[in-house]
């Protein structure tokens, strides 16, 4: 089975620019999940869905960012304007159910604002 | 969720059993321990996760005290692609927000 897919690999944006990461996950999975490693700290939860619904969205930093999941198939996560601080590598991960199993994760993205 | 302790670095020998440990000192009954290991420029990678007994799956085998304060990750036969970052995370089961830390990372050497 295909595994989870993220796209862009790479982008570089300037400062207050927008740009928009796209998560697909793995097909039949209703959970996904979006995380983010900022340069030097740990890997953070950003949040999660469940089909098109946002379940939890605590770790979002704040109301620059911005993520969906129309149709409960694919994900986006806009960050309007970007700033420096966002750099890092953004993750997406899903799950076929809420539970004790582990999380298939995506490749990621690499933002870097200039 | 618990907080769990792992040494910043550890290296093996290509073969060798590679076991990495961790100290989650405070968890709670509900809370299981999970391992994830991060290979360079890739996202995190599920390994194996366990309660309470011993676990063994085609990657790895888990290895939980029986006070369940700490834990064991063995990777029977190491290799060098089995070079990466290993975190042990301690959660309840259906909590998203899983720590991380900072991991250990493994260097498999010839």
């Known amino acids: 089975e295909a595994g989870v897919t993220q796209f862009p690999s790479h982008s570089v944006i300037e400062k207050g620019q927008t740009v928009t990461l796209r998560c697909d996950p793995i097909?039949?999975?209703?959970?996904l999940y979006w995380y983010r490693r900022v340069m030097g700290k740990e890997i953070k939860f950003l949040l999660h869905?469940?089909?098109?619904?946002?379940?939890?969205e605590s770790g979002m930093p704040n109301n620059r960012f911005l993520a969906e999941r129309t149709g409960g198939t694919y994900s986006t996560l806009k960050v309007q304007p970007a700033e420096l601080e966002d750099s890092g590598v953004y993750f997406c991960?899903?799950?076929?159910?809420?539970?004790?199993?582990?999380?298939?994760f995506g490749s990621g993205t690499r933002l870097t604002v200039v | 969720d618990a907080k769990t302790t792992q040494p910043p670095s550890m290296d093996c020998a290509e073969g060798r059993a590679a076991n990495l440990p961790c100290n989650h000192s405070?968890?709670?009954?509900?809370?299981?321990v999970y391992w994830y290991r991060q290979i360079h420029s890739q996202g995190p990678q599920y390994i194996i996760h366990?309660?309470?007994n011993n676990e063994t799956n085609e990657m790895a085998s888990l290895i939980i005290t029986e006070d369940r304060k700490s834990s064991t990750l063995i990777l029977p036969h190491a290799t060098l692609r089995d070079t990466a970052v290993y975190y042990c995370?301690?959660?309840?089961?259906?909590?998203?927000?899983?720590?991380f830390g900072a991991g250990t990372r493994l260097t498999v050497k010839p």
């Open positions: 869905f469940v089909k098109e619904s946002k379940q939890d």
């Open positions: 995370i301690v959660r309840v089961y259906n909590n998203n927000d899983m720590r």
């Open positions: 366990g309660l309470k």
């Open positions: 405070t968890i709670s009954g509900n809370e299981y």
């Open positions: 097909s039949g999975h209703d959970n």
């Open positions: 991960a899903s799950s076929q159910d809420v539970g004790v199993n582990g999380y298939t």
